[in-house]
């Protein structure tokens, strides 16, 4: 492909997007702003680091992995009844058999999924019988808490959000330290990859959004003198790239990376604010964005969104919170 057709390739691939009312194209410019923000601040970091769990980890079966879930909620005074959804059907278990020969060791596997099905709620769920189960099962409670079958475009931007802040509250509280340490590496390393594989094409997305077609000049003009081979460059890299975009899981994953170590923060500041992350549940389903800034304290009128003030704020939290949580060897 010479560099004309990449140009139309690319365009022709993002205004495929346009055929859809996407919260990504309704919030490129900022989404593309986060994501590149997100992915300097974690380029800083090492999240490649070997946990090895072999021989470490200890199984519990259903009911006790399901009773630690029960636990958490009723400490930090979670008003959700978990054993209707364990009776009606909500969570279905995908079997890992960690006792067959073969399987002396099962990979903890932090996976786990919300979706409708026939306008119904479902739960999936390993069933590894690691504690990683109940911190996985707390994620998709949360999820199924605040999700509904109408879409709705903040909650969409927000969930993420809250299931990985919950989860890895949870997470601090029940698992061993090496474990606790495994779980962060691998959320860490998924917000940082989702920034790596998708942080170009957000940037030809909002750059074609905001000028109407892909070239040199429209790219300059919008993000500041570039070589031209380093444009060059970014097309061959975006053309290559495809089948790794996510677009939407990079959205979630970086207002997740964004803030959740903000949230964690303000909890281990003063636990009370367990009762804001509470609250999120209602407010994400709003229409507004700046109503949940407020919420947490971030903002202090509805006037102002994310500004670099704020932005600053959540990117402090993030290095506090990995100076503090994180095993030393992270740091570049
Ligand atoms: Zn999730």
Do not use: W
């Not at 140009?7 to 691939?13: A, Y």
């Not at 170009?200 to 000049?217: T, V």
Request: aromatic share 14%; with cysteine.
């Amino acid at each position: 492909m010479n560099i004309d057709e990449k140009e139309k390739s690319i365009e022709e691939n993002i205004s495929k997007l346009f055929n859809y009312d996407f919260l990504i194209l309704k919030h490129s410019f900022l989404i593309d702003r986060l994501v590149n923000i997100l992915y300097i601040e974690l380029s800083k970091y090492d999240f490649d680091i070997e946990i090895d769990l072999k021989g470490k980890l200890k199984t519990y079966d259903i009911n006790e992995r399901y009773k630690f879930v029960k636990d958490f909620y009723k400490k930090h005074n979670i008003d959700f009844d978990i054993d209707k959804i364990f009776t009606d059907g909500t969570i279905e278990l995908i079997n890992i058999d960690t006792k067959k020969e073969s399987f002396q060791y099962a990979e903890p596997n932090l996976s786990g999924s919300h979706r409708f099905v026939d306008e119904k709620s479902v739960i999936n769920i390993n069933n590894t019988g690691y504690m990683f189960d109940s911190v996985t099962l707390a994620h998709e409670i949360s999820h199924h808490r605040n999700q509904t079958i109408e879409v709705n475009e903040i909650n969409d931007l927000f969930t993420e959000t809250l299931a990985l802040t919950e989860a890895t509250i949870m997470g601090k509280e029940v698992l061993t330290n090496d474990e606790y340490q495994f779980y962060l590496i691998k959320k860490f390393r998924a917000y940082y990859m989702y920034c790596y594989n998708n942080h170009l094409h957000y940037d030809f997305i909002a750059l074609y959004k905001e000028k109407g077609s892909i070239n040199y000049e429209n790219y300059c003009s919008l993000f500041g003198k570039i070589s031209k081979k380093d444009y060059y460059d970014k097309l061959e890299n975006i053309v290559k790239s495809y089948e790794k975009v996510d677009l939407f899981g990079c959205a979630r994953y970086t207002i997740a990376g964004l803030f959740v170590p903000y949230l964690i923060n303000k909890y281990e500041e003063n636990n009370l604010f367990f009762d804001t992350i509470e609250k999120l549940h209602v407010i994400i389903n709003s229409d507004d964005i700046s109503n949940i800034l407020m919420s947490i304290g971030l903002v202090n009128s509805d006037n102002n969104f994310l500004n670099q003030e704020n932005i600053n704020i959540l990117l402090d939290n993030l290095n506090l919170f990995l100076s503090r949580e994180m095993k030393k060897g992270v740091v570049k």
